[in-house]
């Protein structure tokens, strides 16, 4: 997650350089408020990164229920990365909301706050097992989505391209979160 930082750093830095070095009409708004209207991000984006933003919520909390509820040593530490990385992860979303005039949300989605409730309600082998199962399904879908937005030429693809990776290493970390690996301490 730390080279995600990195990009997003080095990106933000490049935008900001070219409004200055470009002073047209067009730049003049970035130069003058910081960021670019919220009509200048497509609504794809602006759903996207809103939907990542959600999606960064609700693995912080569900990350602090598996250290919580888990029962197994490998699922409080996956707990724990996904409160790391996507909390990591959720800072730099939110810059890029600012930087280009997307109002971040600030609860996770129904159907995300729909799957804490299920798994806050188990314990032990059983939270442990339905826990890795939520995961495996989460990731895929996510990687899924953040490869479509990463071949878009915006802030918010690059944010995209970058964060594949840690949801693919999340992705396979779930996967070895097997129902018999789980069970065990």
Known sequence: MLGLGAAIAALLAASSMHAQTNPSPANTTKQTTGSA???????????????????????????????????????KQYGQMLEQDHGQH???????????????????SVEQKATYDKLSKLSGASFDKQFAVAMIKDH???????????????????????????????????????????SKK
């Open 37 to 75: 209207p919220a009509g200048q991000v497509s609504r794809t984006d602006q759903r996207f990164l809103a939907d990542a933003i959600q999606g960064d919520l609700a693995e912080v909390q569900i990350g602090k229920l598996a250290q919580q509820k888990g029962e197994s040593a490998d699922v």
């Open 140 to 182: 895929k879908e996510d990687i899924a989505k953040f490869q479509k937005m990463a071949k878009e030429k915006s802030p918010v693809g690059e944010l995209a391209g970058q964060t594949v990776p840690t949801l693919q290493k999340h992705l396979q970390s779930a996967e070895a979160l097997t129902p018999a690996k789980a």
């Open 90 to 108: 959720l800072q730099q979303a939110q810059q890029v909301a600012s930087r280009v005039g997307v109002t971040p949300p600030t609860t996770p």
